[in-house]
């Protein structure tokens, strides 16, 4: 909190409570911690939390870690409040990776629930790692 908007709002905030109260003569001090807590989600929380995750959503890629793309892909999900499984699908597979997406489609088995989804596409990129792991050791050979 030592710069840009985070710095400016705790500057605020700390003249703020050591200003003298005009009715009480005494320092307005911070409040209680749920007093704080809900002045910082007021000054930091998106304004629309479900419409920013839903835009989040729309470019979110998969990047070298599917673990890490699938546990942001639910947490976005659930902040944009998306629950049916084909709004779901059709954002999972836009985020896949060219590659993955392509052997989930050729694999003949397209899961119909998320949970299936998610166990597949690690199957199939973990089937993905140990072949090329193979391919290394051969060459090596």
């Known amino acids: 909190m030592k710069e840009g908007t985070a710095a400016t709002w705790m500057e605020d ?21 749920d007093q704080f807590l809900t002045h910082f989600e007021e000054a930091f929380n998106p304004i629309d939390s479900a419409g920013t995750a839903l835009h989040k959503l729309h470019t979110l890629k998969q990047g070298n ?20 499984f084909n709004a779901q699908k059709d954002y999972f597979i836009h985020g896949l990776k060219p590659a993955l997406l392509s052997k989930l489609c050729n694999s003949g088995d397209i899961p119909i629930e998320m949970e299936a989804m998610y166990k597949k596409v690690i199957a199939i990129e973990n089937a993905y790692q140990l072949l090329l792991s193979h ?5 090596e050979s």
């Open 135 to 139: 391919r290394t050791t051969a060459s």
């Open 13 to 33: 905030t700390i003249a703020f409570a050591h200003e003298l109260n005009p009715a009480t003569g005494l320092p307005n001090v911070y409040g209680k911690w």
């Open 65 to 84: 870690d599917l673990s890490e793309y699938i546990s942001t892909f639910k947490q976005l999900c659930n902040r944009a409040e998306i629950h049916s």
